[in-house]
């Protein structure tokens, strides 16, 4: 099933190159002609010759790193290459060799090994003899991908069969019959699927035994003697034969000595060979070593983005209990965690030089993003270990405080301050500050150009065990003391007091650019002294010249202005206007201080006001005399127009448009001069406006777009990231909820209800869980959290039964009752009292009309909350881990989550994203050309962009998925659907990766898979796959969503029979409830129902939906014109879309006046008529030609469609019709479609069949922007719209 070409790094950076038209660059940029890929031989230290693609920029590092990583070459280390026995220079470029060129022969040579290089080696040997299985990425807490499983013939072992065999398992099960679906996903099934099904439980993949044991001698470390004769150290091992020996590690490698378990006898072995590789040496010893490890040298190589590591952890809520047994891990016996690790970086230094590489090309860019994105990686998995054994107890604080401590571990500075300033809202304001200074760092770090000069110090946040960390590289040393007028090497900042010098003059020139950038005002405020101070930022942020050189911005967590919607009582705002409800009056309280605009608010209030300023100047000149009329005369009309639009918008400026925010405004202890007090009401002013904008636009927009589809949130991850692309913060929860229930889309809009309150009860019982578990002594941390997610789940649960098996536990770990009044604090809480906290906080914090009732069951009966949804959720937030297994949450007799379930608690990390600027700039590009309708051009930018994500993050990024999945949609609409299949299971497997088994994003990808499948005749894979994302999508929302729909629908076509017309009644169903009955997506559900109902003879009721669709259309005047199943398909999924546009419509009203003067002109004479009636086929035939008739062929079709995109692309549904026609999509089994489609047609009656053989869906044109992300936009053809209105 798997796609097994070898995608290593060579081997993607040797991808052929792509021109850029996007951005006006070169193809020579992209890859010098002088220095393309090309061939050269590898031999030696060994290893069987192969050859290995190269590229001329390569340095000779990078070379041997590429070497170490092939199957051929490892697990040796410590080689090095040469050319005519030369030995190359390792940071030399290959092209910069003298000798080297095409097809020349480079050498592997063995050099010595140094103590550290050894131990290496022997870390590089027990990975590889660790061989990956299906279930390892749980053993870390890591989400797993679970395609490769699902798509395995039960024949053989996947990782151990031939790709032959591989390839001939599939070959046999397309010829076999589909599995029917299960009965836990057939619509009106009120039954959950098993959570058994999420995740696969198989071992029979389990790599074979190589060794019993590979640890370190008790001989170690050498004495002196033998020290000086080059012993690093001593290995002993115990092979399957039962034999025990002593391995000795020197600078030549690896060899046998005498030494026992009794006697110490360093002196080689007779007849012993010292090996390189010390796994040459095992197979000299061990036969059974040998066999099997030539069968994992010579197993199928697994694709790149399967083996390689994600850049961060992406948590799985559910695992499997009897892991740690299964594989055997040498690294701790070896004593390789701490002989590789004796030194800790510095993050702060390794971030700042990836910052600083240079940035003159494209391979030095993507050189430097690759490096940022490699250095956070790693800074982000050291904060994760950091924080465990922070909060297990295992490092001691450096400051020796107890009150507000500090730990030093790994490079990482972590700070864990108990003591909350008051006047930011206690513990919940000192959270904030936390999460807003991230955000503040994410900001300054996202600026281009120049501005990367302005440095921030790399930051994460941690949550674990109830625990928040801030973690952060250590801050460089500060500019020496030898400038008096600096204080302490602060330059900037509300203490720092007025000095000048030129490091101060450069960092405000920083500031000044950052800040337009921004859309930050220079403002003025009182300094401590009462002098005034010019500020760029808020008065919390501090400049400083670090020892190193550079300038460093620190304490940024309010640089974003405030929301003036959430002030303090008594505060300086205005009610907003509302329609209804005073409950709901803004400014209210909030329970702390700092809730700021996010930077997607600020960016779309500023369009808005700038569409505003353009309405305002045309308004303004059209009262002066017209818009044309000051425009020519020049006078100054016109500028008094553009400076009368300034003003009423609240531009900061009198001539231009600029649009800037103080972020000091509403901010408590902040004075302005009086100077200031006309540019601070300005600021107030526009501060209260963003605020109304949020309740008065931008909540009513996310509700549009709901409705339409263009957002599908399933669950809370979704639901807070479209809220946030909106620039709608979480705290807006409780009035989205209001409006919604006030608004006549409740019905359309109730799963948004359903998500929003589930957030908002995941959200209020995580900060209650957070002070709940840390007074929890490690040794009942289990029982707690069990005991918490009953309470939470379970209505009026018993602490009783619980706290029985608590006491049974603390036996068996005979601690007897030692932890007493631990154990009554955690097992006192009882489910009603954590309902009561969470229905408190959510009025607090939310301002809930309604309420959450008295319990859990309340929001299951009135909203169709799921629990099952509802603990997924809570694990995530919490970093919990459950077992795999049945949990029964409705039983109130029996704790349905026992202590064994909860498997771990892992940390949870938030940190910054690294962009990846030339691969998104292009992606960004293809999505334009996609909205141009530029087909051709926007897949080879998408290929561009593919392999430019490849070269930076080895695909393993969400935008990286999203780029790979439109590049398959496109190649699918191109015809190229084998190519569509092939890329979209590496999508599949980095979705489940990089966003996790069970995210929404992956259950869309395993639906698009299934249409990629079925036009490549894997019928029974493509039912598999929809079967997957049809339980994905029950256990993480359920049945009630409009997605449910798309894969019902999807279902329905794949299938046949009364199956095929359940799951395509219950889409209808849905689409009708979520989208209306005169949707478009409506209607082609209607038309899928009317095909499915006449194959099955049921001919009058086919006939009835036929005509509730053609209804539809013609409202929307439309009318259909496809009628193949993969059509239908990819309509329903997305992949295919249409719109109308205003000049189809123009044709249309010109046709029918000439129609109505044609038939003026027959009352004349009949020798007229013959003539207009000659001249109107004319035209009409020529129109034909476009698109062709809908059984046709299609090669001119497709030639007229690539004539007609040139002039305009606005008319190009031809090229798309012609491809589906032509069936370029290598169907396999065509004729059984062919043999389906006539009897379908046959079913359907003349009167339908004329007007509604297939369906045209519309995107939603108020999306001007995101029209065309889920694939080619298609238009009518003129051709058929002056058919069909001859016809009428």
């Not at 990836?354 to 904060?383: G, H, I, K, T, Y």
């Not at 864990?416 to 500050?433: I, N, V």
């Not at 009949?1166 to 034909?1184: F, H, L, R, T, V």
């Amino acid at each position: 099933m798997r796609d097994t070409a070898k995608r290593g790094n060579a081997e993607k950076k040797t991808m052929a190159d792509v021109s850029c038209p996007a951005n006006g660059k070169r193809a020579s940029e992209s890859r010098k002609e002088d220095d393309g890929s090309f061939p050269v031989k590898i031999q030696g230290a060994g290893v069987d010759a192969f050859e290995l693609q190269v590229n001329g920029f390569w340095l000779v590092q990078d070379t041997i790193l590429t070497l170490l990583g092939r199957e051929e070459v490892a697990p040796r280390t410590s080689l090095s290459l040469a050319l005519s026995g030369v030995t190359l220079d390792p940071m030399a470029e290959l092209q910069d060799v003298k000798g080297f060129k095409a097809g020349v022969t480079l050498r592997l040579v063995e050099e010595s090994y140094s103590p550290r290089s050894a131990q290496a080696h022997l870390a590089r040997v027990q990975e590889m003899l660790r061989a990956a299985g299906p279930q390892d990425a749980l053993i870390e807490g890591r989400s797993p991908s679970v395609l490769n499983t699902l798509t395995q013939t039960s024949e053989a072992p996947p990782t151990l069969h031939s790709f032959k065999n591989r390839r001939a398992n599939i070959k046999a099960e397309q010829t076999s019959e589909a599995p029917p679906p299960p009965a836990y996903i057939l619509p009106g099934v009120s039954e959950l699927p098993p959570l058994t099904t999420l995740l696969p439980t198989n071992t029979h993949s389990e790599a074979p035994s190589y060794i019993l044991d590979l640890s370190l001698s008790c001989w170690n470390p050498p004495p002196g003697f033998r020290k000086l004769q080059g012993d690093f150290l001593y290995i002993r091992v115990h092979t399957l034969e039962g034999k025990q020996c002593e391995i000795t590690s020197c600078p030549r490698g690896f060899y046998l000595n005498r030494s026992t378990l009794d006697v110490f006898d360093p002196r080689p072995a007779p007849s012993t060979p010292v090996c390189h590789c010390l796994t040459d040496l095992l197979s000299n010893i061990s036969p059974q070593f040998k066999h099997n490890f030539s069968l994992l040298r010579h197993r199928p190589s697994l694709p790149a983005e399967e083996v390689l590591s994600t850049p961060h952890r992406t948590l799985s809520w559910l695992g499997i209990s009897s892991l740690h047994s299964h594989k055997s891990s040498f690294r701790g016996r070896l004593g390789l965690e701490q002989g590789l690790s004796t030194q800790a970086p510095d993050w702060n230094k390794e971030l700042q030089a990836a910052r600083d590489l240079p940035q003159r090309s494209l391979e030095e860019r993507l050189q430097r993003d690759r490096a940022l994105l490699q250095v956070n990686s790693a800074f982000v998995w050291a904060v994760a270990q950091a924080a465990e054994k922070v909060v297990d107890g295992f490092v001691e604080p450096i400051n020796g405080s107890c009150d507000d401590p500090a730990f030093l571990l790994g490079g990482v500075f972590l700070s864990m301050p108990t003591h909350s300033e008051e006047w930011l809202g206690g513990e919940r304001g000192h959270r904030a500050a936390q999460r807003l200074e991230l955000r503040g760092v994410q900001v300054y770090s996202d600026l281009e150009g120049d501005l990367q000069n302005l440095h921030t110090i790399p930051t994460a946040l941690a949550d674990y065990r109830g625990v928040r960390l801030s973690a952060q590289g250590l801050a460089p040393g500060l500019q020496g003391p030898e400038q008096a007028e600096v204080p302490n090497g602060l330059l900037y900042g509300f203490s720092a007091g007025p000095l000048e010098n030129p490091a101060r003059r450069k960092l405000l020139e920083l500031l000044a650019q950052s800040a337009k950038a921004l859309a930050l005002q220079r403002h003025v405020v009182l300094g401590p002294t009462g002098h005034q101070l010019p500020l760029f930022t808020s008065v919390d942020a501090q400049g400083i010249l670090g020892a190193d050189g550079r300038y460093y911005l620190l304490d940024v967590y309010r640089t974003m202005p405030a929301d003036a919607n959430f002030l303090e009582e008594g505060g300086d705002g205005v009610e907003t206007e509302h329609e209804e409800g005073k409950e709901e009056h803004f400014p209210r309280r909030y329970p702390h201080v700092l809730c700021r605009l996010r930077p997607e608010l600020v960016k779309a209030f500023v369009q808005h006001k700038h569409a505003q300023f353009t309405k305002r100047v045309k308004e303004l000149m059209e009262e002066s005399g017209g818009v044309d009329e000051c425009i020519k005369a020049g006078d100054s009309r016109s500028t008094d127009a553009v400076r009368g639009a300034c003003k009423d918008v609240g531009s900061i400026s009198h001539i231009i448009f600029e649009m800037r925010f103080n972020p000091n405004i509403f901010s408590p202890g902040v004075q302005f001069p009086s100077s200031e007090s006309d540019a601070v009401a300005l600021q107030k002013r526009l501060l209260k406006e963003a605020a109304s904008f949020i309740i008065n636009d931008q909540i009513p927009a996310f509700m549009n777009d709901c409705v339409q589809g263009s957002d599908v949130p399933m669950d809370g991850a979704t639901l807070r990231q479209a809220l946030h692309q909106k620039g709608i913060n979480l705290r807006y929860l409780g009035h989205l909820i209001l409006t919604i229930s006030q608004s006549n889309l409740k019905h359309q809009l109730r799963h948004i209800t359903r998500l929003a309150f589930a957030e908002i009860v995941v959200r209020c019982a995580q900060r209650f869980f957070n002070g709940y578990i840390q007074g929890v002594e490690t040794s009942n941390l289990s029982a707690a959290a069990s005991h918490f997610l009953c309470c939470l789940l379970v209505p009026n649960f018993s602490s009783a039964a619980n706290g029985e098996e608590s006491k049974k536990r603390s036996r068996r770990r005979g601690r007897g009752g030692g932890g007493a009044s631990d154990s009554t604090a955690w097992s006192a809480l009882s489910g009603n009292e954590l309902w009561s906290v969470i229905c408190q906080d959510a009025q607090e914090t939310y301002r809930l009309k309604e309420g959450l009732g008295s319990n859990m069951d309340y929001l299951v009966e009135q909203y169709g909350l799921q629990k099952i949804s509802l603990l997924r959720e809570i694990c995530l937030k919490t970093g919990i881990q459950l077992r795999l297994r049945e949990y029964v949450l409705d039983n109130r007799n029996k704790a349905p989550i026992s202590p064994d379930d909860v498997l771990n608690i892992l940390p949870v990390i938030k940190h910054i994203t690294m962009t990846t600027t030339d691969a998104t700039r292009m992606f960004q590009a293809a999505q334009h050309s996609l909205q141009k309708g530029l087909l051709e051009q926007a897949y080879e930018q998408l290929k561009e962009a593919s392999y430019l994500f490849g070269r930076v993050c080895d695909d393993l990024h969400p935008e990286a998925c999203h780029c790979l999945s439109l590049l398959a949609k496109v190649a699918y609409l191109q015809g190229h659907a084998a190519e569509a299949r092939s890329v979209q299971l590496r999508v599949v497997v980095i979705s489940e990766r990089v966003l996790g088994f069970d995210h929404p994003n992956t259950i869309q990808q395993y639906v698009l898979l299934a249409v990629y499948l079925f036009a490549g005749g894997e019928t029974a894979l493509a039912q598999r796959c929809l079967y997957r994302a049809k339980v994905l999508l029950l256990t993480v929302h359920g049945a009630d969503h409009p997605y449910t729909a798309v894969i019902d629908a999807s279902l329905g076509l794949v299938l046949q029979g009364e199956q095929s017309l359940r799951y395509i009644q219950n889409a209808l169903k849905l689409n009708g409830s979520f989208r209306g009955e005169t949707d478009l997506t409506t209607a082609l559900t209607h038309h899928l129902l009317a095909q499915r109902l006449c194959v099955t003879g049921d001919y009058r009721g086919g006939m009835n939906h036929e005509k509730e669709a053609h209804s539809i259309f013609q409202d929307k005047s439309l009318v259909p014109s496809l009628d193949t199943t993969l059509e239908q398909l990819a309509l329903v999924n997305g992949i295919l879309k249409t719109s109308y546009s205003t000049r189809i419509m123009e044709f249309k009203e010109k046709l029918k006046e000439r129609k109505a003067a044609e038939e003026a002109e027959k009352t004349k004479s009949e020798s007229s008529e013959s003539i207009n009636e000659n001249e109107a086929s004319e035209p009409q035939a020529s129109n034909g030609e476009v698109t062709g008739d809908a059984t046709s062929n299609g090669e001119q079709t497709k030639e007229a469609a690539d004539a007609s995109e040139k002039s305009d692309h606005s008319n190009m549904n031809g090229e798309i019709e012609s491809h589906m026609h032509n069936r370029d999509c290598g169907t396999q089994n065509k004729s059984d479609d062919e043999e389906h489609r006539s009897d379908i047609s046959k079913c359907v009656p003349t009167e339908s069949q004329s007007k509604s053989s297939c369906i045209m869906l519309s995107s939603n044109e108020a999306q001007s922007e995101s029209a065309v992300v889920n694939g080619k936009e298609c238009v009518v053809s003129e051709g058929d719209l002056e058919k069909r209105v001859e016809t009428e």
